[in-house]
T-cell receptor
Framework: GAGVSQSPRYKVAKRGQDVALRCDPI?????LFWYQQALGQGPEFLTY????????KSGLPSDRFFAERPEGSVSTLKIQRTQQEDSAVYLC?????????????FGEGSWLTVV | GESVGLHLPTLSVQEGDNSIINCAYS??????FIWYKQESGKGPQFIID?????DKRQGQRVTVLLNKTVKHLSLQIAATQPGDSAVYFC???????????FGRGTSLIVHP
């Protein structure tokens, strides 16, 4: 079956531009996660959904970052007024149940470059 | 704050050798640990996990060792193959249902 799908795979944004990154989780997966991965670093947690409920958004770095999952399936991560430090890979992951490590599947990421 | 960290940023081995990747963690409340493999251009992929009530767990060609006394985790890969070349991350969590917290990663390079 299909894995976690993210789009766009690559995005170049001018500083100050708004961007939207989409995540299609594995069908039926209840939990959805967003991570930010800077070059040469490990993924940093951003936010977590269980169905449509955003249970944890403690990792969002500023109020320019916003995530939603209105129908409990597809999720969008929106970054307003992008800045150069937002350049990173944004990883989405999903899980059929709670946040249990061996059931979390990651997408290939959306590579954002802010120029 | 407390975090997961790795001792060696890069490890180079010859094909067929055994590899050992180390990880130190500082959050004594963590009770669940995972190793992920990340190939270039891809997302992390689950390799093996271990709970804090165990000190060793084996998978196919991989073994994870947990030493809670010194807060150390290691991943052993037997008969390393070129396809094992990737960045390896340890991650920790707690409380049963958790969100993985990743360390910085170790790059494993396997020479044919």
């Amino acid at each position: 079956g299909a894995g976690v799908s993210q789009s766009p795979r690559y995005k170049v944004a001018k500083r100050g531009q708004d961007v939207a990154l989409r995540c299609d989780p594995i069908s039926g997966h209840v939990s959805l996660f967003w991570y930010q991965q800077a070059l040469g670093q490990g993924p940093e947690f951003l936010t977590y959904f269980q169905n449509e409920a955003q249970l944890d958004k403690s990792g969002l770095p500023s109020d320019r970052f916003f995530a939603e999952r209105p129908e409990g399936s597809v999720s969008t991560l929106k970054i307003q007024r992008t800045q150069q430090e937002d350049s990173a890979v944004y990883l989405c992951a999903s899980s059929p149940q709670g946040a249990i490590g061996n059931t979390i599947y990651f997408g290939e990421g959306s590579w954002l470059t802010v120029v | 704050g407390e975090s997961v960290g790795l001792h060696l940023p890069t490890l180079s081995v010859q094909e067929g050798d055994n590899s050992i990747i180390n990880c130190a963690y500082s959050n004594s409340a963590s009770d669940y640990f995972i190793w992920y493999k990340q190939e270039s251009g891809k997302g992390p992929q689950f390799i093996i996990d271990i709970r804090s009530n165990m000190d060793k767990r084996q998978g196919q060609r991989v073994t994870v060792l947990l030493n809670k006394t010194v807060k150390h985790l290691s991943l052993q890969i037997a008969a390393t193959q070129p396809g094992d070349s990737a960045v390896y991350f340890c991650a920790e969590g707690m409380g049963g249902s958790y969100i993985p917290t990743f360390g910085r990663g170790t790059s494993l390079i396997v020479h044919p």
